[in-house]
Every structure is written in structure tokens, then in C-alpha cells.
């Protein structure tokens, strides 16, 4: 299953805002199969925070693992929040 | 100075974004006095005067921390959504400068993590005035950013209560990475834009209570120093 970050907004910032989009993305992924893996495509954002990333991505990573799949597209505020949450979190993302 | 150069109290006061009272307490205190009285009394402003009043973002966030002062309504911003279409008009005119193609996304993101940071921080015990200051000037390439809240040591000492001073509050703020923090799932945003000074040509200027941090851009090195004038919340100036 791939998701679109974009459709979460362009600017992905606030804390707040990264739980509310979590708390939406719950209705899709309750479709993913047992072996399937969650795409995560970030075509189209312009700016990641760390803020936004931890409450949408670090539940992601510690709940799928190896499963979640992350389609970077070189966005300097997007690799920049990548690195910082693999240290927070301790465990790297699958690119 | 022209007559057309001459604003009237009231046309100043709305360029402003203060009240008309505002001004004339301005005025007795010498913080912004008119260029000239009218034959009738009446005060008038010299437009340039207020333009280069309202240039000095840097002072008005400082003057806001440090005394309260009434600041114009276009650099206030009083919840977190407020201050996100804010960022967003921001990012939009940064993205249009070719010059800042490489770091306007790494920009917009500091300048948000500061920025929600106060937010995060601050939710439900602002001392007094919730919200924060948000100004930026493209030309000169600065972001000021304020608020009047608890300030970082207060904030971080609730999960770290070892924390003595402002300072040390400052360099762990900056530095060190906690992860799994519980119950506050919050506050590596700082570490983030440690990082990105370090490596990109963005700098910062981060005072809180009675210490202030200079992150040089493109260096690691964390100058972390006593401020000249104490004050609860935080004051930021971002550079780039």
C-alpha cells in the first residue's frame, strides 16, 4: 500500500497536525494485508519537521518495522528529519 | 520632509497594527516620538520613521519579551494554526528567491520547529501573554521569532530535574538527544536545528532567561554565554 504524504498537506510542521494526520491514516492502513508493506512517497512536500515526522512516522516504524518503506526524493528538510528521528528512535528507516 | 510624507496618528496606528492610545503612550514614554505637532496639535508621523520602526523586527521581539509592549498585529501570532498559514506565506515567498532554492525548505523547517516549539511548550501555563511574536524580512534574510512563556529551563527541568541554570538548560536542549521521553512525547526540535546550522549557511541567535546561544552557520561549535538583559520565554533570530 503507497500513502502520499502530500495529501496531508505541502508544509508538514506541528506536532498537532502529525497526530491529526496519523489519527486519518488509521482508516486506510486498517486495509493492509498481513505481509504488505506501507509505502510512504514524499513527492510533492516541501517542508518536514521533526515534529510532524515523530508523531506520523516513529509509531509507523515501531509498529511495521521493516514493512514501512519510505520513498525520499532528495527534499533537504525531509532527509535532514529522517536522520534526526533514526537517532531518536534508534532504529533506521528502510529507504 | 514632504507634507505627503506626514501620516496622521491614525494612519500611522494602522500601518502599525496598534491603537491609536498606543501611540500616544509611545510618545510620552519616547519609545516612537511623531516627527512634528500640526499647527492644531495634533501629532504627525514621518512615513520613512515608520517604516524603519517597523524594520526593526529584532527590537520590537525584544521589547515584546522584555516589557510587554504592544506589538503590531501582523507579527503576533496567538495559536499554533495562526502560525502555520503564516509559515506558509513565508515558505511561499522564500521558494521564490533562486538563491535560497537549497536551504528555503531547511529554513521554513527551523524557523517551524522554533516556532511550535514555544506552542508544545507553553500550552494551557503561558504566564501571561499566550502566542507568539513571528517576523521575517526576506531582503535582509532573518526570522525573528518570541514568546513571553516559561522559557526552556522551567520546561525542561519538569522531565529533567536535575537541570540548574539557564545555560545548562540551553546546551541540553541543543545537544541531547532523548528519545522515548515519557510522558512528554516532545522537545528534540532544538536538536534539529543544532543540526541544520551545522550544516547548512543558517545561523542562530537563541536567548532564554539569562543565557543566550550562538549557533554559527556551517559549524558545530555551541557558544553558550550569560544575555545582557534577563527575561522569561525565549527570543530567537534566525539568519541565513
Known sequence: MRIELKKFGTTLISRQNGREAFAALQSQIAALAENENLEIEFDGVITFSPSWGDEFLSPLVKQYGSRLILIDTGNPSVKATLELLEKINQVPFTR | ?240
Request: charged content about 25%; proline content about 5%.
Open chain 2, 1 to 240: 520632509m514632504s507634507e505627503k510624507d506626514l501620516l496622521t496618528i491614525s494612519e500611522a496606528a494602522e500601518i502599525l497594527g496598534v491603537s491609536i492610545d498606543t501611540l500616544r503612550r509611545w510618545d510620552k514614554s519616547g519609545k516612537l516620538n511623531p516627527a512634528k505637532i500640526s499647527d492644531s496639535g495634533y501629532r504627525l508621523y514621518d512615513r520613512i520613521q515608520i517604516e524603519l520602526f517597523l524594520n526593526d523586527l529584532f527590537g520590537l521581539a525584544k521589547d515584546w519579551v522584555l516589557k510587554s509592549i504592544e506589538i503590531p498585529a501582523t507579527f503576533y501570532c496567538s495559536n499554533s494554526a495562526e502560525f502555520q498559514t503564516r509559515l506558509i506565506r513565508m515558505q511561499s515567498i522564500l521558494e521564490g528567491k533562486k538563491e535560497l532554492a537549497p536551504i528555503f525548505t531547511l529554513v521554513v523547517a527551523v524557523a517551524g520547529e522554533i516556532g511550535n516549539n514555544s506552542f508544545d511548550h507553553n500550552l494551557g501555563n503561558w504566564p501571561d501573554t499566550p502566542g507568539i511574536f513571528f517576523a521575517y524580512d526576506a531582503q535582509k534574510k532573518k526570522i525573528i521569532l518570541a514568546d513571553r512563556g516559561l522559557g526552556i529551563f522551567t520546561t525542561l527541568k519538569r522531565v529533567k530535574p536535575g537541570l540548574n541554570s539557564d545555560e545548562e538548560a540551553l546546551k541540553v536542549a541543543f545537544t541531547e538527544i532523548i528519545s522515548g521521553r515519557s510522558p512528554e512525547n516532545r522537545g528534540n526540535g532544538l536538536k534539529f536545528v543544532s543540526k541544520i546550522a551545522a550544516e547548512n549557511p543558517i545561523g542562530l541567535l537563541f536567548q532564554t532567561g539569562n543565557a543566550e546561544l550562538i549557533l554559527a552557520k556551517e559549524s558545530t561549535a555551541l557558544n553558550i554565554r550569560p544575555s545582557p538583559k534577563p527575561f522569561r520565554g525565549c527570543l530567537a533570530l534566525i539568519t541565513f
